[in-house]
């Protein structure tokens, strides 16, 4: 091909990108802005994140609503277990209630005696949209109506009861586990490397109580130190345990 036709093709080219390679971006920009104004409420499929260590319940996959409560790029690094959905047990999942947290503590607060200010039915409504229902209703649930038992030992360990019910949704899948349905065991406390039995959900609250207390003598101040610890959980989970109990903590 003749060099004067290659540079007059050449030529149009250039000018073609000129007028079409904007508007070729402003498009993209477009569709970006549209999927970020879309993604969010979309069912994303996620891979469920649970408490490993001693205390560990199996990771399932599930599916989750999310609207927008966090940047979805990360939202791995917030959404706490969800037990496995079947067909007769839909729920709202975590990040679609109507109520914003209540609480904007950081991983490093040293919040764990600091007292609640709440009644037992405010902690019980905060505690019933974080557990899932079962064929409908929530009563099955161990968590169900127990703010009242959370907030009177709290009191007498001087430990802030959301801590107990934050720290006890995450080791417990939100009260699904077979530990938690079967044993009443709803803090991941484990006895000879198997989950310990509780004649009642009480008396679990006030084992885990007492395991706080005394990380906090150890000056164990906050949730990270307490987690990073290895002495609730493993510390190879640490990052993941302590996200997701300050996700928790903070819509109470």
């Not at 991983?107 to 505690?127: A, Q, V, W």
């Not at 065991?185 to 006895?191: A, E, S, Y």
């Not at 290895?230 to 345990?241: H, I, M, R, T």
């Amino acid at each position: 091909m003749p060099l004067t036709i290659i540079n007059a093709q050449l030529g149009c080219s250039k000018k073609f990108l000129k007028k079409c390679a904007p508007q070729r971006i402003i498009k993209e920009k477009v569709k970006e802005t549209a999927l970020k104004k879309i993604i969010p409420t979309t069912m994303i499929v996620a891979e469920s994140l649970g408490s490993f260590a001693g205390h560990a319940q199996n990771i399932n996959k599930t599916l989750l609503a999310y609207n927008g409560l966090y940047d979805t790029k990360n939202i791995t690094q917030y959404v706490p277990f969800l037990p496995k959905i079947k067909n007769e047990d839909i729920f709202p999942p975590l990040g679609s209630f109507d109520f914003l947290p209540r609480n904007n503590f950081k991983k490093n607060s040293e919040c764990l005696r600091e007292p609640y200010n709440g009644t037992p039915e405010l902690l019980d409504y905060f505690i019933e949209n974080l557990i899932p229902k079962r064929k409908g209703k929530k009563d099955y649930n161990p968590f169900y109506q127990k703010g009242k038992s959370f907030i009177e030992i709290g009191k007498k360990y001087n430990i802030n009861p959301a801590v107990l019910v934050a720290i006890g949704m995450q080791e417990s899948a939100r009260g699904t586990s077979y530990a938690a349905i079967r044993k009443n065991n709803i803090g991941g406390i484990t006895l000879k490397k198997d989950h310990a039995e509780f004649k009642t959900v009480e008396e679990c609250i006030e084992s885990m109580a007492e395991v706080i207390d005394k990380r906090l003598k150890e000056n164990y101040n906050s949730i990270e130190a307490i987690g990073k610890s290895g002495k609730y959980c493993d510390k190879s989970a640490s990052d993941l345990w302590i996200k997701n109990v300050m996700f928790f903590l903070n819509k109470m």
